[in-house]
């Protein structure tokens, strides 16, 4: 068992920065692999990043590739998303997630924070 709490959040410009992060309590949390996901109230649940226990291997949804970086420490037990050249369609709550396996479907992973948003004004 591992909770979760994302945390980072907030209000940006088109164009600029946010660094979320996730903070995991529990033992063995390098034996979990990572997920980033988010929704909206008109869209589903939509897979963003993943990264594997070791931090070895990462998973990025095509749109985000070159904008978005997923990363983790393990000695925090915490892992983050970089995220850059915001642009207005990446509103949204975003979601952290622990699943034994790394995988971009988030009805595989077993944990769940609670959200945090982020709007991106233009």
């Known amino acids: 068992q591992v909770q979760l709490a994302e945390s980072g959040g907030g209000l940006v410009q088109a164009g600029g920065s946010l660094r979320l992060s996730c903070a995991a309590s529990?033992?063995?949390?390098?034996?979990?692999?990572m997920g980033w996901f988010r929704q909206t109230p008109v869209k589903e649940r939509e897979f963003v990043a993943a990264i594997s226990g070791s931090g070895g291997t990462t998973y990025y949804a095509d749109s985000m590739k070159g904008r978005f970086t997923i990363s983790r420490d393990n000695a925090k037990n915490t892992m983050y998303l970089q995220m850059n050249s915001l642009k207005p369609e990446d509103t949204a709550v975003y979601y952290c997630?622990?699943?034994?396996?790394?995988?971009?479907?988030?009805?595989?992973?077993?944990?769940w924070g609670q959200g945090t948003q982020v709007t991106v004004s233009s």
């Open positions: 529990g033992r063995s949390f390098s034996s979990y692999a």
């Open positions: 997630a622990a699943n034994q396996v790394i995988t971009a479907r988030g009805s595989a992973y077993d944990y």
